[in-house]
């Protein structure tokens, strides 16, 4: 087994470096890269950070386009980073493609993620020669901080604790939302409440986030939310692993007038989550002009309950 062991001042190259951070996280999305469109046809890809299979940081300071052509039948993209790694002094750039076809960005049944790149997300585009909508995008796997897996009841794993205004919704219709953290905000729960907002008088919003965890290894058997909601504002939950496959609550529930509380949902077992793949807890918001949701917390357990 290989040790590197860095101390204060020592020189660090690029080989090494790329060691160290494959080491110490998944390759995916560090920060930004979100897929949206600013045209009928065009892919929009937000500046952004990423990281390799390799350890290759990437880094994006502004916005990047690239069209692609409206088809009758319906067709799915995958939106990636390709890095050739080679003895040249600053090595050469990564390119971006829009490649047709669904990549996966990790392959559980070999363990390994994307070769040479990084997947940004995923555009399935329904047919018809209709315009691109940031509804048809579904964001790769972002790189996150994990704490220990809860296995007992009642006991959860804190995925994502408040949602942050650095974080850009994945899709919405209608206004952009307002978003305010709230740090004096407590009830049950030790965490700010994050308050997402219709700021239109006149129309209807619907935004959707993506919290992203890895499975852990006892499975993933509930899914614990702290939510409230305003009676004109509706909020949606479920799990997503990859382009367009949803995996519903056997509860499901859409919550409507809900004073701040935590809400359980359970995960079927027939769902049957690979140990250490990718997954999303999807939070899906519909509000009605000048209402808001109000969000604390996000959680999984591996415990199901038997009951």
Same mark, same amino acid.
């Given at each position: 087994m290989q040790r590197i062991e860095i101390a204060v001042g020592d020189p660090v190259d690029a080989a090494v470096l790329q060691e160290i951070l494959s080491s110490l996280v998944d390759p995916g999305i560090l920060k930004g890269f979100q897929l949206s469109t600013t045209s009928s046809?065009?892919?929009?890809?937000?500046?952004?950070?990423?990281?390799?299979d390799s350890g290759v940081l990437i880094v994006e300071d502004e916005m990047l386009t690239r069209q692609i052509t409206l088809t009758i039948n319906p067709a799915n993209y995958t939106i990636y #980073?390709? #890095? /050739? *790694? $080679? &003895?040249?002094?600053?090595?050469?750039?990564?390119t971006l493609y829009v490649q047709p076809g669904l990549i996966e960005a990790y392959d559980p049944s070999t363990g390994l993620h994307f070769p040479n790149g990084v997947v940004l997300g995923w555009l399935q585009y329904p047919?018809?020669?209709? &315009?691109? $909508?940031? !509804?048809?995008? =579904?964001?790769? *796997?972002?790189v996150g901080v994990l704490q220990p897996v809860a296995k007992n009841k009642d006991e959860f794993q804190t995925v994502y604790s408040p949602l942050s205004r650095l974080w850009s919704p994945i899709s919405i219709s209608g206004p952009l939302p307002d978003i305010v953290i709230d740090? $004096? #905000?407590?009830?049950?729960? %030790?965490?700010?409440?994050? @308050? =997402?907002?219709?700021?239109?008088? @006149?129309?209807?919003? =619907?935004? %959707?986030?993506?919290?992203?965890?890895? +499975? *852990?290894?006892?499975?993933? /058997?509930?899914?614990?939310?702290?939510?409230?909601?305003?009676?004109?504002t509706s909020i949606s939950i479920y799990l997503q692993s990859g382009p367009g496959v949803q995996i519903t609550p056997s509860n499901f529930d859409i919550f409507n007038n809900t004073a701040m509380s935590r809400q359980v949902l359970q995960i079927p077992a027939s769902a049957n989550l690979e140990a250490n793949s990718?997954?999303?807890? +999807?939070?899906?918001? @519909?509000?009605?002009?000048?209402? !808001?949701?109000?969000i604390k917390s996000v959680g999984i357990s591996s415990y199901t309950d038997p009951f």
């Open positions: 046809n065009t892919i929009a890809i937000l500046a952004g950070a990423a990281m390799t #980073y390709s #890095y /050739g *790694p $080679n &003895a040249t002094f600053g090595g050469n750039p990564a047919g018809g020669s209709v &315009a691109l $909508n940031d !509804s048809m995008f =579904i964001s790769g *796997p972002r740090e $004096n #905000y407590d009830s049950g729960v %030790k965490a700010p409440v994050t @308050t =997402i907002t219709n700021t239109s008088t @006149t129309t209807q919003n =619907i935004v %959707k986030y993506l919290v992203p965890f890895r +499975v *852990p290894s006892a499975g993933v /058997g509930q899914v614990e939310v702290w939510l409230r909601t305003d009676s004109g990718e997954m999303f807890v +999807v939070i899906q918001i @519909t509000m009605n002009p000048t209402y !808001s949701a109000g």
